[in-house]
């Protein structure tokens, strides 16, 4: 158990809709990263937050934002869903901002289904 | 833009044998990661690389980094049936991780 946990587990719903995802980091991390992972796109970094505010950004559609709160947790909102959203989505988080060692421990996922 | 290069994508093993998965990418790091995942489970850290030179050894698995050759080897010794899962690695920049396509491991009996 890496500490920070996810919810839901899984979550079935229709094209169309919007679900938000939520992350709780580890007690302490400032981090809070999140990541895609589908079988026709691998794992891929989505976006990253630093104790409240945006840090890094990767390949997230504009349909999809996030962010974090005051007490760390994070939301990942993914709007207008289509069947190619459907994915295994990992929150991680870290002590600190990124480079030097700066570990990632990352959450069980959220599986998304879309129909 | 990094890009990170594993294989194989899919290893058949027997059990006892040794085997050697391979990582390469693009452009320099701030460090390397070795995940194992379980089907539909979270990524567990295997070995964190740092530097040029670098050689972690866990159990049956070690894993080295070559920084000049952009390389990291994982090397599987006597293969057993509990170390089948999918294996990536994965490269640091910043905050952002780029994992290579992950290999499936299978060892058979």
């Known amino acids: 158990d890496s500490g920070v946990t996810q919810t839901p587990k899984h979550l079935i719903t229709a094209t169309g809709q919007r679900v938000t995802l939520r992350c709780s980091p580890r007690?302490?991390?400032?981090?809070v990263y999140w990541y895609q992972q589908s079988l026709d796109q691998g794992l891929q970094f989505l976006i990253q937050?630093?104790?409240?505010?945006?840090?890094a950004k990767g390949n997230i559609l504009e349909r999809f934002s996030a962010q974090q709160f005051p007490d760390l947790h994070s939301e990942l909102n993914l709007s207008s869903l289509e069947l190619g959203d459907s994915a295994l989505y990992f929150c991680?988080?870290?002590?600190?901002?990124?480079?030097?060692?700066?570990?990632?421990?990352f959450g069980p996922g959220t599986r998304l289904t879309v129909l | 833009e990094l890009k990170v290069e594993q294989n194989p994508l899919f290893l058949s093993m027997q059990e006892g044998k040794n085997y050697t998965i391979y990582c390469n990418y693009s452009?320099?790091?701030?460090?390397l990661y070795w995940y194992r995942q379980d089907p539909g489970k979270s990524l567990e850290s295997l070995f964190v690389?740092?530097?040029?030179?670098a050689v972690k050894q866990e159990g049956r698995l070690m894993a080295s980094l070559d920084t000049k050759a952009r390389l990291s080897t994982l090397h599987i010794t006597a293969a057993v049936h509990d170390l089948s899962a999918t294996y990536f690695c994965a490269l640091a920049r910043g905050g952002k991780l780029t994992f290579g396509q992950g290999t499936i491991l299978t060892v058979h009996p």
């Open positions: 690389l740092l530097s040029n030179g």
């Open positions: 452009t320099t790091s701030d460090r």
């Open positions: 007690s302490g991390d400032l981090s």
């Open positions: 991680a988080s870290s002590v600190g901002a990124g480079g030097g060692y700066n570990e990632q421990f």
């Open positions: 937050y630093y104790n409240g505010e945006e840090r």
